[in-house]
T-cell receptor, first 114, second 118 residues
Framework: EAQVTQNPRYLITVTGKKLTVTCSQNMNHEYMSWYRQDPGLGLRQIYYSMNVEVTDKGDVPEGYKVSRKEKRNFPLILESPSPNQTSLYFC?????????????FGPGTRLLVL | AQSVAQPEDQVNVAEGNPLTVKCTYSVSGNPYLFWYVQYPNRGLQFLLKYITGDNLVKGSYGFEAEFNKSQTSFHLKKPSALVSDSALYFCAVRDIGATTDSWGKLQFGAGTQVVVTP
């Protein structure tokens, strides 16, 4: 089944404790992206990747890191989480960026930083 | 830079009545426009997209959207709403401008909650 998976789905952590949210897609998509969803703000793009070893900042990259060492995986890293990073996070992928394609979204990761 | 606005936080409609969810956008180049729907505790699902061609785009679940370049709008419509259409709807835009700098960015609106009452 074609899908985007995220782990963990729910996470409670404390300020400053490094964490990684994994994202994996099995569709051989070139493009992957991370978003955060906050009430009243919609989805805001954190980082995106046009292909392996190619990543770019979205609208709200501060406090986050990503890597794209292989096509299927695009982990989101919070080196020193803070309470303002409490949010619902979505990973997404599409076959190509900049062309006539849509994005497939993962199920979301709900993060609470105390 | 691209931006998108959804002027209504919530739209209330009775079942069987027409449903419209508004979206306006701003881009420097050409817009690729999308509508997504999010049901409670679920990820986003793609509804429809406008890339080029016919201004009226038909999508999933009986939804359609009309691209209006002069008004920079891309309103979502459904002729007869169902209670099951109650969800959070997001408009999104990608700016395909003169350069490829913003090709990877997708800008979402804040979302509009649709409530369909029986």
């Amino acid at each position: 089944e074609a899908q985007v998976t995220q782990n963990p789905r729910y996470l409670i952590t404390v300020t400053g404790k490094k964490l990684t949210v994994t994202c994996s897609q099995n569709m051989n998509h070139e493009y992957m992206s991370w978003y955060r969803q906050d009430p009243g703000l919609g989805l805001r793009q954190i980082y995106y990747s046009m292909n392996v070893e190619v990543t770019d900042k979205g609208d709200v990259p501060e406090g986050y890191k990503v890597s794209r060492k292989e096509k299927r995986n695009f982990p989101l890293i919070l080196e020193s989480p803070s309470p303002n990073q409490t949010s619902l996070y979505f990973c997404a992928s599409s076959p190509l960026a900049g062309e006539l394609e849509t994005q497939y979204f993962g199920p979301g990761t709900r993060l609470l930083v105390l | 830079a691209q931006s998108v606005a959804q002027p209504e936080d919530q739209v209330n409609v009775a079942e069987g009545n027409p449903l419209t969810v508004k979206c306006t956008y701003s881009v420097s180049g050409n817009p690729y426009l999308f509508w997504y729907v999010q049901y409670p505790n679920r990820g986003l699902q793609f509804l429809l997209k406008y890339i080029t061609g016919d201004n009226l785009v038909k999508g999933s679940y009986g939804f359609e959207a009309e691209f209006n370049k002069s008004q920079t709008s891309f309103h979502l419509k459904k002729p007869s709403a169902l209670v099951s259409d109650s969800a959070l709807y997001f408009c999104a835009v990608r700016d395909i401008g003169a350069t490829t700098d913003s090709w990877g960015k997708l800008q979402f609106g804040a979302g509009t909650q649709v409530v369909v009452t029986p």
